[in-house]
Structures are given as structure tokens and as C-alpha cells.
């Protein structure tokens, strides 16, 4: 059994049940919290206070939308990351997490515009969803 799951490429190992996990079983478990987690937070804040009501955050209880909205942030960086994940070789992953949760969209576009820069001329831009390089 341990030379089957050392042959297993490390991040898809569920080391407690030296199983593989597909790459569709994880990304299905990553959306599918991404959303469950949005919903919850959405409701949330709703029975806080309507969204029409929010008043700016002049006054209370605004905090709710805000969380809601850095919730909605969030989830959005971690889908954007998702795809870098993919598409980054395994050194440049932890750096590119780092900075995505931390920058936002600033890193976003940085990322971006990188990989424009790296698209030969006369390539598709379809080329920007693949990868490149080996994982």
C-alpha cells in the first residue's frame, strides 16, 4: 500500500487515508465551501440588516454587510487561486497565495499581466487558461 500512495503526487494525497483524491472530487469540495460559505454569510447579513438599509457604515449594524463583502472578496481571490494552483509550477504556488490574500486584486492583475507578457505573439489568448509548464 505505501508504494501505491508514494506514487501519488503529493497534492492530491489524503495522507490519513492514503488515498488519492481526484482532481474533480477536489475542486467540486473547494467550490462547493466557497459557496455554502457565501450563502451562509449572505443569509447572515440579511437578518442583520436588508441591504437596502446599509447606511455606509455611519452606523450600526453595518459590520454585517462588511463581513459579507470580505467574504465575497475572499471567495473570489481563493477561485482566482484555484486556477493559479493549476497553472503555477509548485515553487511559485505558496508566493502567489501569499500574495493574492494579501494583495487582492492588485495580484491579481499582476498575474495576469504577467502572463500576457509570456503569451508568444500570434497565440490565442485561450493559450492564458492553459498550463505551460509541468506542475
Request: glycine share 6%; net charge positive; with cysteine.
Amino acid at each position: 500500500m505505501s508504494q501505491f500512495v508514494s506514487k501519488i503526487p503529493a497534492p492530491l494525497r489524503a495522507p490519513a487515508l492514503g488515498v488519492r483524491m481526484k482532481p474533480k472530487a477536489i475542486l467540486y469540495a473547494i467550490f462547493s465551501c466557497i459557496l455554502i460559505t457565501l450563502v451562509a454569510v449572505t443569509l447572515w447579513a440579511s437578518l442583520q440588516q436588508p441591504a437596502w438599509e446599509w447606511t455606509g457604515l455611519t452606523q450600526s449594524p453595518n459590520h454585517a454587510w462588511t463581513i459579507a463583502t470580505l467574504t465575497d472578496a475572499y471567495g473570489g481571490f481563493l477561485t482566482f487561486y484555484t486556477w493559479v494552483f493549476y497553472k503555477e509550477r509548485a515553487a511559485g504556488r505558496l508566493l502567489w497565495f501569499v500574495l493574492i490574500m494579501t494583495l487582492g486584486n492588485i495580484a491579481m492583475a499582476a498575474f495576469m499581466l504577467r502572463e500576457i507578457h509570456r503569451l508568444p505573439a500570434g497565440a490565442p489568448v485561450s493559450d492564458l487558461l492553459k498550463r505551460t509548464a509541468p506542475p
